[in-house]
């Protein structure tokens, strides 16, 4: 139990917050009120923590590690910050006196969803692992509005409706107007001459206000608790009839349009890019912000500028915070005065960038003209460091102009900003060991050639107190019991659960757990989809963005291949199976969409169709997030982990299937070949072609999907369905644009891009093994425990400590707390 907690003090906060908040007794109360009053209770313990924690890193002088990220998928709070002040016991006693079930007033938050996908629910892994471990850190970020849309599906399409996340308030965040800053957009650069220098200055331009909340981010069981800091913007000046009378009454309409428009709702892309003026203000928005608190903060007990990276680190989350890095030189050249030499050492000694993605779509490149009119005085900066980039380039490579085109960071009329993040940086990180090879040796290998000891791999990781202690209570009170719970703040440990893999009474015990997980995700099937589904059955599961080349198509292809088999066959030897999906589209994103319909339509055909006995269901989880993502990872026998090798940077799914004793079916893709490493080949199902093969195919051509369209009866089938109205008798070319997609030449892509027919055969081989496995219950039994015993690996806490290590060389914080 927590230091600061006592139950009784807790059960009065409790009370005297829903006087306060709400004017009410507890009896009278609605549980969502009962979540706030607990809230706001829980709040009342971390704040001395967060307080304590401060202070403690005045006292010491940190340095301090600015995670700069434009999402952060941060889930629920209230559970998760109960068990990380170690009061979980006492506080669902306290709430049982009081007539309340602790986890149906967790289910009254609405999941704070500041992101897309893995990227912004990396960001939200990191920050609880940099607060158990006791290292400064700030996440810094954009409080949207809207974040993430809530998916309804309705007669099988996906619809978005708006995630109105703050409608009831947050009661964790606190504002804090005291560290506001205006942030600067459009007008023009002005030269002055000052002290026989030159100085720029913006003109003319528009600007924002921009105020930050503060969300406390606990440490597990350490009194530490750090900070995310979300920006929201606010009109400079409160609107005035001045400003009619001086003529500037347009100007202030539209800052208070500007203000209102910045921050209003995440973009729902994940892993590409739409060249959105919006999103380019929203980047600089939350980085200038970001930025000039940071500084001013150091130069509030330092006094010397030049010593900046000393004391500060700033981490770019993929390319979207690169402004960050003119944007630092901006404050060193005209705030502080720096020569160019000196600010750009500093800059480049202070930014680390994390790519996460080879695809090409995502690459963010800036039309210069929009770049240039939105940021003047931040362009021309990025013009000198590519003039001078440019120049090293040539320094190395004289005469070798291949070189400075394809290094370039102004290029075509555009802004790369892959490459001014490279340029910026004293690190560049991937996030698999697959991934960092592709990227050193394919994507950035002239950058490589050319800087190679800026290069360094930080595979991905994700935290296990949220996805076995909070998510899977049952698995993780049994291991605790089997092996103790240091694995909570020490993952490795847990390989003490391996000699328990030979012991049948535990082989029982761990399915009999993996059991009644399925059955609280039927539950919740049932509750919120109307579908029954057996517990007995295979559950195989691949939730994740949907995007081509994470090849939900297949999975789905794969599905109808099987219905098929069953249908000639009713007495087929197959297990019973559940198929289960859950997934969001971009909301422009047309072909994603339109692969949603489709593992609909199927579902809808084969979960009606009693023929087949019911050995196949088929399930789409509306609304995919955070908060069922914890039931649904508990419950799963088979993790579907099936992108076209190469393509998937690392994915983090693939790990929190394997804490929970799912087995991975997959391609030798991201970090699922570490996964294998660690699990064992034997205790996985390996299916497809290796990045090489895909890479070689992309490079000299030479697949042509027809040919197996045209020898493979059973394929051929498949796919004839999916324009002769087997799944859309009302409209029977519903889905001839994704039969177009696999086998007719695309504007500029080939054919079946994502290489779904080349590896569909080996995918069924991979499944049909996965049935046959399946079969011998102690066997499976055995190779569940192991994949949980040997995930060790993945705990994001073991990739903090590289990123300490390698990239940010943070000290360890101590927190005591005086006695209360
Ligand atoms: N990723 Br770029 C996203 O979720 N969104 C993005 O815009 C980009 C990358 C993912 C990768 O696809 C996934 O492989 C990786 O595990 C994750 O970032 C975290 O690194």
Avoid at 249 to 271: F, G, H, M, S
Avoid at 529 to 540: A, C, L
Wanted: glycine share 6%.
């Amino acid at each position: 139990m927590s230091m600061g907690f006592d139950k009784e003090t807790f059960k009065k906060s409790v009370l005297f917050n829903m006087k306060n908040v709400f004017r009410k007794t507890v009896e009278e109360a609605t549980p969502e009120q009962m979540y706030q009053a607990v809230a706001y209770a829980v709040k009342d313990v971390i704040i001395d923590e967060w307080i304590a924690t401060h202070k403690e890193y005045e006292k010491q002088d940190v340095k301090t590690l600015y995670y700069l990220s434009m999402e952060f998928l941060m889930g629920r709070a209230l559970g998760n910050n109960i068990i990380n002040i170690m009061s979980q016991k006492e506080v669902k006693e306290v709430l049982e006196e009081l007539g309340f079930d602790l986890n149906a007033i967790e289910d009254q938050e609405p999941d704070p969803a500041l992101g897309n996908g893995g990227l912004g629910r990396l960001a939200a892994c990191f920050l609880d692992s940099l607060a158990t471990l006791g290292y400064p850190a700030y996440g810094c970020g954009i409080r949207y509005r809207y974040g993430m849309f809530k998916q309804k599906i309705e007669n099988g399409y996906q619809v978005e409706v708006p995630d109105n996340w703050l409608m009831n308030g947050c009661p964790f965040e606190i504002r804090r107007a005291e560290y506001a800053t205006e942030v600067k957009f459009g007008g023009h650069v002005n030269t002055v001459w000052e002290d026989g220098k030159e100085r720029f200055v913006q003109e003319g331009y528009q600007s924002v206000r921009a105020v930050p909340y503060d969300m406390p981010i606990v440490g597990y069981g350490n009194n530490v608790v750090n900070t995310l800091r979300i920006w929201d913007a606010e009109a400079i000046n409160t609107f005035s009839l001045d400003s009619f009378d001086r003529g500037d009454y347009q100007k202030a309409v539209e800052q208070e349009n500007l203000a209102k428009t910045i921050v209003e709702v995440l973009y729902p892309n994940d892993n590409h890019y739409a060249g959105k003026e919006l999103r380019l203000k929203q980047q600089y928005f939350f980085i200038s912000a970001s930025v000039q608190r940071a500084v001013m903060k150091y130069m509030e007990n330092h006094e010397d500028i030049h010593r900046f990276h000393e004391k500060n680190v700033f981490q770019l989350n993929d390319t979207h915070p690169t402004v960050a890095v003119p944007e630092l030189m901006r404050i060193l050249l005209d705030d502080y005065r720096l020569g160019w030499d000196e600010a750009w050492e500093i800059t480049t000694k202070t930014c680390a960038y994390t790519n996460h993605t080879i695809m090409s779509e995502a690459l963010e490149k800036w039309p210069i003209d929009l770049f240039s009119r939105l940021l003047p005085r931040i362009y021309q900066i990025v013009e000198e460091i590519n003039r001078r980039f440019q120049e090293k380039i040539e320094e190395r490579y004289p005469g070798n102009q291949d070189k400075v085109r394809s290094m370039a960071i102004l290029y075509d009329g555009q802004v790369r900003m892959a490459h001014l993040a490279i340029a910026g940086s004293f690190s560049v990180n991937g996030v698999a060991r697959l991934h960092t090879e592709i990227l050193k040796n394919q994507e950035l290998k002239d950058f490589y050639e050319m800087m190679p000891g800026k290069f360094n791999n930080k595979t991905n990781g994700i935290t296990q107190r949220r996805f076995l202690l909070h998510g899977n209570p049952l698995l993780a009170e049994w291991i605790t019991k089997k092996i103790g719970g240091d694995w909570i703040v020490d993952l490795p440990h847990i390989r003490r659960l391996a000699p328990y893999a030979e012991d049948p009474k535990s082989r029982q015990e761990f399915m009999d757990i993996k059991y009644r997980n399925k059955v609280r995700l039927a539950a919740y099937i049932k509750e919120h989809n109307g579908i029954d589904v057996d517990p007995r059955s295979i559950f195989d599961v691949q939730v994740k963005r949907l995007h081509e080349y994470k090849r939900q198509l297949m999975n789905i292809l794969h599905v109808m291949y099987l219905y098929n088999q069953l249908k000639d066959n009713p007495y087929m030897d197959m297990l019973p199976r559940t198929f289960i999906f859950g997934a969001k589209a971009a909301a422009g994103y047309k072909r994603a969409k339109l692969t949603i319909k489709l593992i609909n339509a199927v579902a809808e055909v084969v979960n009606r169709d009693r023929s087949i006995g019911g050995k196949i269901k088929v399930v789409f989880i509306e609304d995919y997030k955070v908060s069922n993502a914890e039931i649904i990872f508990a419950a799963a026998d088979v993790s579907e982990q099936i992108s076209t090798a190469s393509k998937e940077a690392s994915g983090t799914g693939n790990m929190k299937f394997m804490l929970n004793g799912a087995l991975t079916l997959g391609t030798m893709d991201g970090a699922n070949v570490e996964i294998v490493e660690e699990a064992g080949a034997e205790n996985a199902f390996i299916f497809g072609m290796s990045s090489d093969e895909v890479i070689r195919y992309e490079k000299e051509g030479g697949y042509d999907p027809m040919e197996i369209f045209n020898s493979d009866s059973e394929i051929r089938r498949v796919l004839m369905q999916l324009i002769n109205g087997y799944y859309s008798p009302e409209d029977p070319e519903l889905f001839r644009d994704i039969y177009n997609s696999l086998l007719n030449t695309q504007s500029s892509d080939r054919a079946d891009t994502y290489f779904i027919l080349k590896d569909f055969r080996s995918y069924a081989d991979a499944r049909s093994r996965t049935d046959q496995a399946y079969r011998d219950e102690a066997w499976w039994a055995k190779a569940a425990m192991l994949n949980v015993a040997c995930s060790g690996k993945f705990t994001s806490d073991r990739t903090i400590e590289e990123y300490v290590r390698d990239i940010w060389h943070l000290e360890k914080v101590k927190v005591e707390l005086e006695e209360p």
